[in-house]
């Protein structure tokens, strides 16, 4: 008896911490400039976020993950 097993797709993004208040726009550009003229999920794009301390890096690459997870299976 042969049984088929589906493998969830493997999701290594935390869900947000904070709740953000009008960094839709931020979040957006990146996601727009990762897609665009995008070959394959391995077209080699990349983007560099820097700040100061505190600023929110870290949640806004996680939002940014969040929206693009589906689109990159790793």
Known sequence: ????????KPNRVLPLVTF???RDD??????????IDQGSPDSG????IQGAQGMGKTELCRAVA????????D
Not at 45 to 48: E, L
């Open 45 to 48: 794009k990349r983007c560099f």
């Open 20 to 22: 953000y208040v009008n």
């Open 66 to 73: 969040l929206k693009l997870r589906d689109e990159y299976s």
């Open 1 to 8: 008896m042969n049984t088929t097993i589906e493998l969830p």
């Open 26 to 35: 931020e979040i957006n550009t990146i996601v727009n400039a990762l897609k």
